[in-house]
Each structure stands twice: as structure tokens, then as C-alpha cells.
């Protein structure tokens, strides 16, 4: 008996994307199973229901995801989503473990296996599958796109009848998928691009991108290839060296972070003072808290002359290729679990069983157990 996967209309205000596109759906039919959808699911990505072949459409979000034997989602799971499912239901998408016990509760409660994508283990193998990256690389993009937009300047240095234009200097903080991305943007627009972070072993990818690595002396290179807290006097020494620094650029986007804390505050109120009016900040740490101490996350502030845009869901703004790639992304993930068209859970697997948030009636995902349940 074939599975039915399904997909219904994301209803987060800001949200664009979706995680089922007809490319995708078009595959899941050639693994054997049966794909249904809400009616208008990619109306605000601007895919009609017409370009998805071979599927059902369902007229209510509530009718699909009860007979959804796998629901893909971008956003978490709203209340009513939860309940409209069917015990022992799957749900995959993000599910923002931290954010929400109440949800994770409700999730344990009605036996849901829910896969949270976030959590996926950052091997080799799991590259195809890692919607971290791919919607980073989306964020990094509009980032640059939206500084370039607010900034006053050109970026690029121009030799015109009235004269010559310096390039914009631009400073990316934080040079994982996101910044790297920011800074390769910026560098095609013609920016004057540096690049800071305290994985010292970034150096390289950032000067492989035509960029200069801004050496301020500090490292903090914590576990699995991800960066770990600064203590007091590291933290210190960084700002002094970087407030100096960043009163000559135009431009800055943060995208530093540190996996399950709040984004670590790197540029404070008294730097952004040093800073020359007319600058552009984009935190792109923005949804997690910030980078800088002035961002308002969702909001632009204007502070001693000096911009401070605090977007949020920057994938979304792309999201039309921010959805190929999310919805590829699942693709991959689902295809570990889907055997002539029926359902395989290998718990075996580092994959699926690393990815998996609840199952049976259990909180799987162990810092969020102890978190909700108690050791
Ligand atoms: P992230 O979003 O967790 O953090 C963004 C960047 O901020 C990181 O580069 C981090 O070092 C940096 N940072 C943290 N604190 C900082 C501070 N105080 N000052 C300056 N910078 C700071 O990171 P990410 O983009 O998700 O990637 C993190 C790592 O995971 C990288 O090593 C990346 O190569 C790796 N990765 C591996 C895979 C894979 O193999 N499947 C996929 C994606 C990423």
C-alpha cells in the first residue's frame, strides 16, 4: 500500500516558501507513492496547483493532513495542524526544538514521528539534505542585496566623467554558509569585501573568495566544526579590536552564531557610535536576537546616523529558489525512509535517528527531553 505524502499552505505571516515543489512532487511519485496537496499551496511562491501533475488536491489544510501519512512543512507545526494528524503520523520540516515546549508536548502527545531538519547531523552524507545551509545561503544573498539597498553608496569603484568612486568597504562577521555567501555577493557587486570569524580555519574560503580575512587575533573553534562561546576577555579583546576597525567601513552583516545559544552580541551601542553616518549594519543574526546590540529584530532603527536592518526570514524574500532547494533538501531526507513506496524507519540510520525530535510517544531529541521532561 503506497504512502500518501502531503503538503498544505504555509500560514506564517512572512512566509513564502513552500516544501513541496512540482519538480519534487514529480520525483516522489516515481519512488510509488501518492502525493496530495492543498488547493493554492504555492500561490504566494507563485506555482499554480496546474504544474504539479499526477497529484491530488484537497480543499481544506485539515481534510489533507488527515490523511497524510507524511506531512512536509516549512514552519513548524501550528496546534491545529497537530491535532489534525494521525497518531503515528510523520511530520518533517523545521520544528524549532528550542523555541516552543508546548509544541514539542503536543507533538509526544499524539505519537507523532516528527523529524526536525535543524537537528540533522552536519556529515558528509547528509550535504543534500542540509536546509541549514542551503536557506543560509539564500539569507547571505538578500543580506547584501538589502545593504546595497539602504546604503547611500555605490559599491562598486567606478571612473566617471564626474569623477572617480571609491568602492564600499564591506565587513562580513561570521563566515559560515551564510556569511560566505554574503561575502561572494558582495564581492560581485564590486565591494572592498573582509571577512572576520573565530574558526581561524575560514580564513581560507574567505580569501578564495577574493576577500581579506580580518585577523583580530581571537579564536574559539568548539565542537563538530562549529564555534564555541567567547569567555569574558576574549569577548573583550575582539570588541576592542573591532570597534577601531569598523569606524572606516560602510557597510557590516552579521551572521555570526553559536549552535543553541542566543546570537552572541559582537557589536555593541558604543561602537556602532564610533561607526560614520550614512553606514548600513544588516544582522542577519536578527531572528536569534542579533549580532548587534541596536538590532530590533523585524525592524530598521536609524541610530547617530547609522542604519541598523534587523530582517527577518531573509530565505523567505527568495523564495522561490529558497523552495527548489528546501523542498530538494526534504526530497533527499524523505528518500532514506521510502522503500517501493512504502514507509522504512531505519533507526539505525545516524541520519534519521539524529533528525528525529519525537517518535512513539517519546521525546527523541535528548537536550530537549531533559529540557521538558526532566532527566
Ligand atoms: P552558524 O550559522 O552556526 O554560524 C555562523 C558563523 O558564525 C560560523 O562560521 C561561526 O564560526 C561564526 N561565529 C560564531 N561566533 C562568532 C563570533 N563571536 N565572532 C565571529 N564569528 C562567530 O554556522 P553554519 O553556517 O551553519 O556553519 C558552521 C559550520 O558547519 C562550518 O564549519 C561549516 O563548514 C559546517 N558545515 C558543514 C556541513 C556539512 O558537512 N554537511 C554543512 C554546512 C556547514
Redesign the pocket.
Known amino acids: 500500500m503506497p504512502i500518501t505524502v502531503a503538503a498544505v499552505r504555509e500560514n506564517a505571516p512572512h512566509e513564502r516558501r513552500l516544501a513541496l515543489t512540482p519538480e519534487v512532487a514529480k520525483k516522489l511519485k516515481a519512488l510509488g507513492v501518492e502525493v496530495l496537496l492543498e488547493r493554492g499551496i504555492g500561490e504566494r511562491t507563485h506555482v499554480p496547483d496546474a504544474l504539479y501533475q499526477g497529484v491530488e488536491i484537497g480543499d481544506t489544510a485539515a481534510a489533507v493532513i488527515a490523511r497524510a501519512d507524511v506531512l512536509l512543512k516549512v514552519q513548524p507545526p501550528r496546534p491545529e495542524e497537530i491535532a489534525a494528524l494521525r497518531e503515528g503520523a510523520v511530520v518533517i520540516g523545521f520544528m524549532a526544538p528550542h523555541a516552543d515546549d508546548d509544541r514539542v508536548r503536543a507533538l509526544r502527545d499524539r505519537r507523532i514521528t516528527a523529524f526536525a531538519m535543524e537537528l540533522l ?4 552524507r ?2 543534500a539534505m ?1 536546509v ?2 542551503s536557506q ?1 545561503g539564500m539569507a547571505g544573498y538578500k543580506a547584501v542585496l538589502i545593504a546595497a539597498q539602504v546604503c547611500g553608496k555605490f559599491f562598486p569603484m567606478l571612473t566617471t566623467a564626474a569623477g572617480t568612486i571609491r568602492p564600499s568597504r564591506v565587513l562580513v ?8 555567501q554574503a561575502i561572494a555577493t558582495a564581492r560581485r557587486l564590486g565591494a572592498q569585501v573582509e571577512g ?4 581561524p ?2 580564513r581560507e574560503q574567505i580569501e578564495s573568495l577574493g576577500a581579506k580575512f580580518l585577523d583580530l587575533g ?1 579564536t ?3 565542537s ?7 569567555t569574558a576577555e576574549e ?1 573583550a579583546e ?1 570588541q576592542r579590536r573591532l570597534a577601531e576597525h569598523i569606524k572606516s567601513v560602510d557597510v557590516i552583516i552579521t ?5 543553541g545559544r542566543p546570537a ?1 552580541k ?1 557589536i555593541s551601542a558604543s561602537m556602532v557610535g564610533g561607526m560614520k553616518a550614512g553606514s548600513v549594519i544588516v544582522d542577519v543574526a536578527a531572528e536569534t536576537g542579533g ?1 548587534c546590540e541596536l538590532t530590533r529584530p523585524g525592524e530598521t532603527v536609524e541610530s547617530g546616523g547609522v542604519t541598523v536592518v534587523g530582517p527577518l526570514n531573509l530565505p523567505s524574500m527568495g523564495a522561490i529558489h529558497a523552495s527548489e532547494m528546501y523542498a530538494r533538501n526534504l526530497f533527499n531526507f524523505l528518500s532514506l525512509m521510502i522503500r517501493d513506496g512504502a514507509l522504512h524507519l531505519d533507526w539505525e540510520d545516524d541520519l534519521v535517528a539524529g533528525t528525529c525530535l519525537t517518535h512513539g510517544g517519546e521525546i527523541r531529541h535528548a537536550a530537549t527531553q531533559q529540557r521538558i521532561e526532566g532527566a
Open positions: 547531523p552536519r556529515t558528509t547528509a550535504q542540509d541549514l545551509s543560509a562577521i561570521g563566515a559560515g554558509v551564510a556569511g560566505l572576520f570569524d573565530v574558526r580555519e575560514v581571537v574559539a573553534a568548539g563538530g566544526g562549529y564555534a564555541r562561546e567567547l569577548r575582539q551572521t555570526a552564531a553559536v549552535p552572541p559582537i549580532n
